[in-house]
């Protein structure tokens, strides 16, 4: 087959082990908490002021705004402090402290990269494009969180990412005011969590209810019901949805790089993976950008949606329908004949489309393509959301062959109906060479988006999990070498 003429770029995103979170530490036992409170409560004033002082200067150069942090994770555990003694600023700093640890976010890998057309444009030569790259950030415990860099591209493919900053700054994670009860149903039914105790706790409910609405008819029910193992689960589940949808903001003046999205509700609470974002233009000629991801607990899968506008303010929904399941969900950037299009992978093997009236209620996937090729034997998938061309929709593919090698592959589907195939290649587009075949999960590249720029594709992709890199071929090249 004719060669595309990909190539790699000289340009790599590494995980650092110096870019740090703090956190609050909880201990799951509350005896524990009130034993390590009632220890520093036991300090005098002179040996608070002196631990405090030794620990602002151990740790403020690695966090902004510090002890506005330490006061925040304080508030986590104040209702533990038996005491009406009014406490010294100092004090509740350092129990702030105490009930604190810092977190490298990227001290596993860096990896599954996204990238979208930046929202702001400005100032920067005709051939050159600022661009936001989002990256799956793995540290311990396999905790997965979405971090950001931007950068530009300019003549020649040409990449330079901006320098991030050695700040990590969280965020403050805070619930949708309102749940609409018939909806909330139909996801706990999808969920498996349809039972006689969500019923009862629902029953209780306005059709128009808020989490603390929810929080104290379940705080009622397992009263009730307190040796019941089933009330347990449901309750959780039920908490974790509605925890699930949610909004966080960041400060304007945070540069891109310090931002972090980090599992912050139940639903998220063993990570959030493989975020594939799009700009997304709407009908009116707005446009906002939307990414998939998968938010995991331990025992479901939740598939979300992220929305944002500025990369600022960010909204978490669940999505809902019974074609919403598995990973891999990739949303066309605007709708095709009146209907928002997604890809996505319903058996962990097979490509397929779905349309919706509704960006949150997916039903009806039907196939779109089939392991084929030897390379792609064992699975197929997306590789980001499709980029629409003057041939078609051009979408990247993953093949898993011998080994579970993945390699990335292209598609080419009709711009009027997608469903359909129009071009497709039959060798890989990308497949690992000896650099980049060793690291976290071997023989891998898989990226969660790409974009064109100036007639070429710019492909961000994971290098088997650890780190990040980056490739290019012109689009025209490649349509013209698939079959």
């Not at 990896?111 to 051939?127: C, R, W």
């Not at 009860?181 to 029953?203: G, P, Q, V, Y």
């Not at 990414?291 to 899968?301: F, Q, V």
Request: charged share 25%; net charge neutral; aromatic share 10%.
């Amino acid at each position: 087959m004719e060669s595309t003429g990909i190539i790699r770029l000289n340009c790599s995103i590494k995980p650092s082990q110096e870019r740090v979170l703090i956190r609050p530490f909880i201990p799951g036992d509350e005896n524990r908490i009130m034993r390590i409170i009632s220890r520093v409560l036991s300090l005098d004033e002179k040996q608070v002021c002196r631990l405090l002082e030794k620990t602002i200067a151990d740790f403020a150069e690695r966090h902004q705004e510090i002890q506005k942090i330490l006061l925040r994770h304080y508030e986590s555990i104040r209702r533990f402090v038996i005491t009406d003694a009014v406490l010294s600023r100092e004090r509740t700093l350092l129990l702030g402290a105490y009930f604190s640890q810092e977190y490298s976010l990227e001290a596993a890998a860096l990896f599954n990269p996204s990238i979208v057309a930046h929202p702001d444009q400005s100032n920067l030569k005709p051939e050159q494009l600022r661009f936001i790259i989002s990256l799956r950030a793995t540290g311990e415990g396999h905790i997965s969180s979405i971090v950001f860099r931007e950068g530009i591209i300019s003549e020649k493919n040409k990449i330079e990412i901006r320098t991030p900053t050695p700040w990590v700054c969280g965020h403050e994670s805070t619930p949708l005011q309102n749940y609409d009860k018939h909806l909330f149903a139909r996801k706990l039914a999808e969920l498996e969590l349809e039972n006689n105790f969500s019923r009862m706790i629902l029953a209780e409910l306005p059709d128009n209810f808020t989490l603390a609405h929810l929080e104290t008819r379940t705080t009622q029910l397992k009263r009730r019901y307190p040796a019941a193992g089933e009330v347990k689960n449901t309750v959780q589940g039920m908490l974790a949805l509605a925890g699930s949808n949610s909004q966080v903001s960041f400060r304007p003046d945070q540069r891109t790089s310090e931002k972090v999205i980090f599992p912050a509700t139940p639903s998220q609470s063993n990570g959030i993976e493989d975020a594939r974002f799009v700009k997304f233009h709407d009908d009116d000629g707005t446009f906002c950008y939307y990414a998939t991801y998968t938010a995991y607990d331990g025992k479901i899968i939740f598939p979300q949606l992220l929305e944002t506008s500025d990369f600022i303010t960010f909204r978490f929904i669940t999505l809902n329908g019974p074609a919403v399941k598995n990973k891999g969900m990739a949303l066309f950037p605007r709708k095709i004949n009146g209907q928002y299009a997604m890809l996505s992978r319903q058996d962990n093997e097979n490509l397929y489309i779905m349309y919706s009236d509704n960006i949150h209620f997916w039903y009806d996937p039907s196939i779109v393509m089939r392991p084929t090729f030897p390379w792609e034997y064992v699975q197929i998938g997306n590789c980001g959301s499709p980029m629409e061309t003057d041939y078609g929709w051009l979408v990247l593919t993953h093949g898993v062959g011998p080994i579970r090698r993945y390699c990335i592959g292209a598609i080419l589907l009709d711009k009027n109906d997608p469903a359909k195939i129009i071009g497709r290649l039959e060798t890989p587009l990308l497949e690992p060479n000896a650099r980049e075949r060793e690291g976290y999960v071997p023989n891998v590249v898989y990226t969660c988006g790409a974009l064109i720029h100036k007639g070429n594709l710019i492909i961000p992709y994971a290098m088997s999990d650890y780190a990040t890199s980056f490739a290019a071929v012109n689009v025209d090249a490649l349509v013209k070498v698939m079959k």
